[in-house]
């Protein structure tokens, strides 16, 4: 489930539950489509409510992040737990996680 | 000094992507009897996660099939599990295994970190594929916790 909350030119996606490629099908689409809509210039992805993440979420974040960039934008990730941080960190997206997520 | 087994259990589901989600929580509740950190079973929940996404995507892309999923606990506090398909098996399972490889068309966005992450996770990983008969990945965690009641 995604929750998406629209400030003009930012757009926060809270992403709810588990992250993997059953779930990540769904909330990829919905995604593509507030990218497409409203072109941001900032995307964040919100994983306070993201219990689990494996390697779909990966793909996720990496194509939203092509994506938002390629309407000229850019994605950061806050408030992932630490085993989904590390996940991301593994995977080479760490440059992505916010480094101030209180200031977004 | 041989390590005595303590308990097993096997899990046998269809190659269905809503199996991805049972099929860690299964392995969750297995590793809960040797009392495991937070981060012990979220490593063993997302490497269990990779296998068996692995098995449903790649394994049986063409075809039905079973994934089986056996868990043993030995006295060391070692956890084995085991997931294993029937499916299509891996071509070239050395260059499979580097990071962002996938075979999987790029719309799919598998980011081809799978067993990346499960190397990362787990103490041990081990992959067994014959092309055409399917694949066998072997993960292994040492749990940490209190020594195991062996009764």
Redesign the interface.
């Known amino acids: 489930m995604i929750k998406i909350y629209n400030d003009g030119k930012r757009i926060t996606a809270a992403l709810v539950g ?1 992250i ?3 779930a ?1 099908r769904e909330m ?1 689409e919905q995604l593509d489509d507030v990218i497409a809509r409203s072109r941001p210039e900032l995307l964040i992805l919100d994983l306070a409510g993201v219990g ?5 979420g ?3 974040i ?2 939203r992040s092509r994506a938002v960039r390629a309407v000229g934008g850019e994605l950061l990730v806050k408030n992932a737990d ?2 989904i941080a ?2 991301i960190r ?2 080479g997206l760490g440059h992505l996680i916010a480094a101030q997520p209180n200031t977004l | 000094m041989k390590k005595v087994l303590i308990n097993e259990c096997k899990a046998v589901f269809p190659a269905l ?2 199996n ?2 049972i099929s ?1 929580s299964i392995a969750a509740a297995f590793l809960l009897q040797c009392d495991p950190t937070v ?1 012990e079973t ?2 063993v ?2 490497a269990v ?2 296998a068996v ?1 692995n098995a ?2 790649h394994g049986y892309r063409n075809s039905k099939g079973y994934v089986e999923m056996l868990m043993k606990l030995f006295d060391n506090n070692t956890v084995y599990i085991r997931i294993k398909d029937k499916g299509a098996g891996i071509a070239d399972v050395k260059a499979a295994m580097e990071p962002m490889f996938t075979t999987a068309p790029a719309d ?4 081809g ?2 067993f ?2 499960m190397e ?1 996770f787990m103490d041990k990983v081990r992959v067994r594929s014959v092309l055409g008969e399917g694949t066998t990945v072997t993960l292994e965690k040492k749990i940490g916790g209190k020594p195991l009641d062996k009764r």
């Open positions: 588990d993997d490629h059953h990540a990829r689990f993440m494996d390697s779909s990966i793909g996720l990496l194509g630490y085993e590390e996940v593994i995977s | 992507s809503r991805e989600s860690r981060e979220a490593a929940k997302t996660s990779e996404t449903i995507v799919e966005e598998r980011s970190l799978g990346t992450v990362n």
